[in-house]
């Protein structure tokens, strides 16, 4: 679990990840060398997954977005399954889910051509039965996970 300190050191760098150890030990009270072990701890505990950067889909060209529910006649959370999505360039995400549908897949592409042409590669997946595809026109907001306590759980030194 992450403690308090975890948390604000998370939130700071969901900021800003290139900010130095010296900036974000001072954002949450640490030293730069505590800051720097903290951070390492989480790496190693798998708190933190990767350090990435935000890049603007529209600037480099995949500004059509779309997700797309695959109905599938057969389990589709194997490794073949998982290959031959990742073997398709216009899937920037795939996730098992439970519903009608057996996968949720997130799709970005540069034209409503490549979007066809990717679903059409999404359709000859093995095991694929049809897919419903919701076409993205405005991305009000898409916020980094929340490192706080979850909502509706009860905080320290609160009384419930």
């Not at 939130?11 to 072990?37: C, I, M, R």
């Amino acid at each position: 679990m992450v403690d308090d300190v975890d948390r604000a050191l998370l939130a700071s760098l969901q900021e800003d990840a290139a900010q130095s150890y010296a900036a974000l030990g001072a954002a949450v009270g640490l030293s730069p060398g505590a800051a720097h072990e903290r951070v390492r701890k989480l790496r190693e505990r798998g708190v933190i997954r990767r350090t990435t950067v935000d890049v603007d889909p529209a600037a480099v060209g995949r500004g059509v977005s779309a997700f797309v529910m695959v109905n599938a006649g057969v389990w589709m959370g194997d490794p073949a399954t998982r290959e031959a999505l990742l073997a398709i360039p216009g899937i920037q995400e795939a996730h098992i889910v439970a519903g009608a549908a057996s996968l949720l897949v997130k799709v970005r592409t540069a034209t409503t051509e490549e979007l066809q042409a990717t679903l059409r590669r999404i359709f000859a997946v093995d095991g694929v039965t049809g897919t419903e595809t919701i076409v993205v026109l405005e991305t009000c907001f898409e916020r980094p996970i929340g490192v706080g306590p979850a909502e509706g759980s009860p905080r320290r030194g609160s009384h419930r």
